[in-house]
Antibody, heavy 113, light 112 residues
Framework: EVQLVESGGGLVQPGRSLKLSCAAS????????MAWVRQAPKKGLEWVAT????????YYRDSVKGRFTISRDNAKSTLYLQMDSLRSEDTATYYC??????WGQGVMVTVSS | DVVLTQTPVSLLISLGGQASISCRSS???????????LHWYLQKPGQSPQLLIY???NRFSGIPDRFSGSGSGTDFTLKISRVEPEDLGVYYC?????????FGSGTKLEIK
């Protein structure tokens, strides 16, 4: 059974950093592209970043370019999202997704002073 | 960016009834490889989104045949027949033909 478990969320002040993790199991992690998608409270879904199966290619939405870094450790079957210079508008539940098919349960990130 | 316009914003359907949701794109979603990467998701209350339909009309693993997708180019439709209580939630379309991937704004399905 495919499982994706996000962690690392919490309350952080504007301008600070946070690193999210997504532990994957139940499939061959190194075979699949992975993505982060977020959802602000009571809002719709918004793609954040994608990484290719081998980590060689990464893509970001414009509003997070230069601030967020997506990465993966295929040996650990884990996806990461390093979030720097956080802003209030980054407040959201962050989901990891495999190949746009299966999603984790999400982790909440609140950026507030 | 590609804009996906979902209608209606909300639906109130009786148990056993049929629901239809439209997703219109600001540009064609046919990829240069001939595939159309338009997917449908359901987000049940308090849960993460689950994939229902991929590439316009293909039901994902375990999705009942009450769910069907159709369309081409810029106009797409999700139909839910014989609506059941567990179908309530917000339905989203997603396109990943063009970068960046974009979602529709969602359609909330409520059961009468």
């Amino acid at each position: 059974e495919v499982q994706l478990v996000e962690s690392g969320g919490g309350l952080v002040q504007p301008g600070r950093s946070l690193k999210l993790s997504c532990a994957a199991s139940g499939f061959t992690f190194s075979d699949y592209n992975m993505a982060w998608v977020r959802q602000a409270p009571k809002k719709g879904l918004e793609w954040v970043a994608t990484i290719s199966y081998d980590g060689s290619s990464t893509y970001y939405r414009d509003s997070v370019k230069g601030r967020f870094t997506i990465s993966r450790d295929n040996a650990k079957s884990t996806l990461y999202l390093q979030m720097d210079s956080l802003r209030s508008e980054d407040t959201a539940t962050y989901y990891c997704a495999v190949n746009w098919e299966r999603w984790g349960q999400g982790v909440m990130v609140t950026v507030s002073s | 960016d590609v804009v996906l316009t979902q209608t209606p914003v909300s639906l109130l359907i009786s148990l056993g009834g049929q629901a239809s949701i439209s997703c219109r794109s600001s540009q064609s979603l046919v990829h240069s490889n001939g595939n159309t990467y338009l997917h449908w998701y359901l987000q049940k209350p308090g849960q993460s989104p689950q994939l229902l339909i991929y590439q316009v009309s293909n039901r994902f693993s375990g999705i009942p045949d009450r769910f069907s997708g159709s369309g081409s180019g810029t106009d797409f439709t999700l139909k839910i027949s014989r609506v059941e209580p567990e179908d309530l939630g917000v339905y989203y379309c997603l396109q990943r033909t063009h970068n960046p991937p974009t979602f529709g704004s969602g359609t909330k399905l409520e059961i009468k």
